[in-house]
């Protein structure tokens, strides 16, 4: 098959239309298109095919466009054997699975509808903050596998549950229960003493006891979450934000016990304790439950060694994973696998799509004796022969699909600030005892001591910081961004330079029609005969072909027909006599331009296709590249085409690079200022230069394993979302050094307050609420006016 070699300007199209599906703004490449993508318009005709409308009443105003996922053929083999083991169990069956593509209330009523349908459902329950489904059934009445397909034709894929332990976030809210009920009972038996109730009232002491009781119970079972997490950190030298938290709350409930026994009601601060506690956990559960949100927004892909075929001595074949292969044997690769390891084809020719790895939209043919390059997917209808040259471990495959440990998270802003927030308020906090204690009043030193301590903890880097990423989340989520990486804000502030993938990132992910037309004007006996063709095709033309025809409803293919393939050429298919082809000109039909559909050697259609930009590429580099950013192209497609598109955006050809392996695209960027360095690709070929960048972001796509190893992923039919991140970015930075100069000008005061010994636990339990209040405001003032409603 042929594809044409055009770059289109059409990217610059002044008006854009929103897709009537998803809702992403698009520049339509034909007149009166309304969808961004096949997938989308074939969703929506299901959609209303099946009346199924109060679906767009329920949408979000940002959804995922559907993308070529619907179109593929996916078995589950592994699905087959849970719901076997599932239904052994019992007459009520269950599992629980990661489910891809929700984003909306939406979404859930689809799914729970169709669910309702089938004969034997008992339960469906949708997660859209974690990104599960979990489905109930009477065993042997409720076909699953037909369920998990059916909703596949919405843009919905369940993938195997993840195998990670208890959220962090559900960890917190547990706690962050408790603590609100020991919060809320220790101060309402502490509030009578502050209104006036006198020491020798009837139940004063079993009130005091019982505040006591419950800020035991606060420190032991929630305060216990920060006391950890500050030892973990400080046993690998970092300054956690958690360590002044966990010295605030110790330090005050010891002071307290020596309060009691001293019989001095000026050192007992059991209730700031318990409320304390209640209010970081508040700001820590803000906090993890948005970034996990967002990384489960995409399921937890797993790309195991592809099954093969093992090759005995004897000639026999052996089932094995690949990374079972070793070095020199030969082994059988089924059609739509990809090469798990570098090997030499010993089978006569091969077709193999290297869009996963390299980001090349054409096929590449490889002869007898040629190399396959691991990660290659084999387009052929048939299985082909291959000679392993290399180990898995060592395999290209290996490399991309391996998924590293998430580390200890670092904001080094806020380190720099706690660490010198402890040295400050701890020195202070002793000499001002220690001068107190030198005059002759210990129990004064101890008061000054604490008081110190207490009303200097970090209320507006526990509750407000949070509450500012919270809000610049909801932000970016209003625009298709969703960040998966607490650190991500630190390290945006230095990005100097952003580097993008071609294929999927700056231009569509697929080839584009460009002469829809032509295939319109067809008979249906004709169009029937193209879907045969085209049925079992894994060539990307041959795929772009039958999305447009069930996009439109046309695709009729011919049950138990298999078209000859010819590699390197197209796919045949003969019928008493008559010839029908689709592929290369002069080998389908004697003229024609681009891929040809003929009938007995006679040219019945012309089919053009182009490799386009996205519809904002161009004037988002303009803008980046106005903002000072330096910009850059590393493709692994054809430097020519590389170039071409580069022409497009108006980059310069020192700024574009073609024919890069995903080794040499991480070479680049360690080599020009990595540290600086935002890097943004779709496909797993530039997973290894995410390792050497900076930061990296990635479109939601349905390789979901990319975005998955992104600092942030964004969705929609373009980029706009990266400059959308870098200006919230800027002005989060901005208002935390808000955040901070309050912070110290709060410290000064309270802290001066402190010394001079008018800190008293009333006037601690008034001045933390207060700082807290006016902490929340100055983020909302400078980050939530700015949501629009």
Partial sequence: MQIGQKVSARNDSPKEVACEHCGTLFSPVQAKEKFCCSGCEYVYRIIHDESLERFYDLRGAVSRPVGSSVFENQDYPWLQALVEGAEGKGKIASLSLALEGISCVGCVWLIDRVFSEA??????????????????????????????????????????????????????????????????????????????????????????????????????????????????????????????ISIGIVFAYLISWYGVWRGDDHLVYFDFVSTFVFLMLVGRWLQVVAIERNRNRLADIQLNAPEVEIESSNG??????????????????????????????????????????????????????????????????????????????????????SRGAHSLERDLVAQKWIFRYLVVAFAIAVLGGIGWMAAGDLSAGLKVFIAVLVVSC??????????????????????????????????????????????????????????????????????????????????????????????????????GVSPQEHVGLGVEFKELGLVWRLGKAGWAGETGEGTVFSFNGRRLVDLKFEDLPLPDSSREIRELAKEGLKLAILSGDREEKAQNIGRALGLGEETVFGNLLPEEKAAWIDAHDGDQTLMVGDGANDTL?????????????????????????????????????????????????????????????????????????????????????????????????????
């Fill in 119 to 244: 004969d034997g459902g008992v339960s469906c329950r949708v997660n859209v903050q974690y990104g599960t489904i979990d489905i109930e059934w009477e065993s042997g009445q409720f076909d699953v596998l037909s369920f998990v397909g059916r909703i596949k034709q919405f843009g919905y894929r369940v993938c195997p549950a993840r195998e990670t332990g208890e959220s962090e976030s559900r960890k917190v809210v547990w706690k962050l229960g408790l603590a609100g009920a020991f919060a809320l009972n220790g101060m309402l038996y502490t509030l009578p003493g502050y209104l006036g109730m006198e020491a020798d009232f009837l139940v004063a002491t079993h009130f005091y006891w019982l505040s006591a009781f419950f800020a035991t119970l606060s420190l032991a079972f929630c305060g216990n979450y920060f006391i950890a997490k500050a030892a973990k950190a400080a046993l690998q030298g970092i300054a956690h934000l958690d360590l002044p």
């Fill in 689 to 789: 230069a995410f390792r050497s960048a900076l930061c990296a972001g990635a479109p939601a796509n349905e390789q979901g394993i990319v975005a998955e190893k992104a600092d942030f992923h964004y969705l929609g039919n373009g980029i706009g979302g990266i400059r959308s991140l870098l200006e919230i970015g800027r002005q989060r930075q901005a208002a935390v050094r808000a955040l901070l100069a309050f912070a110290i000008a709060y410290n000064l005061f309270a802290i001066g307050l402190s010394l001079v010994g008018w800190v008293t636990p009333l006037v601690a339990a008034v001045l933390m609420p207060l700082s807290s209040i006016a902490s929340l405001g100055i983020v909302w003032a400078m980050l939530g006016k700015r949501i629009s409603k």
């Fill in 458 to 559: 970090p209320c507006a880097l526990g509750i407000a910081w949070p509450f500012g990423d919270e809000i610049a989340l909801a932000r970016l989520k209003q625009q298709g961004v969703f960040v998966t990486t607490h650190s991500l804000w630190n390290r945006l502030s230095r990005v100097r330079q952003i580097v993008f993938d071609k294929t999927g990132t700056l231009t569509r992910s697929s080839l584009t029609l460009v002469n829809p037309e032509a295939v319109q004007g067809l008979s249906l006996s004709e169009l029937n005969v193209l879907s045969t063709l085209c049925s079992k095709s894994r060539h990307p033309i041959a795929n772009t072909i039958r999305e447009h025809l069930m996009a439109k409803g046309l695709f009729k293919a011919a049950e």
């Fill in 316 to 401: 026999s074949r052996i089932k094995a994973r690949a990374d079972q292969i070793r070095e020199d044997e030969v082994y059988w690769l089924p059609s739509g696998q990809r090469v798990p390891v570098r090997s030499t084809l010993l089978s006569e020719r091969a077709s193999l799509g290297m869009d996963w790895i390299s980001g090349e939209s054409e096929s590449r043919i490889v002869e007898r004796d040629g190399e396959a390059p691991s990660g290659a997917e084999l387009e052929n209808q048939f299985s082909v022969r291959l000679k392993a040259q290399e180990e898995w471990s060592e395999s290209l495959l290996s490399k991309l699909s």
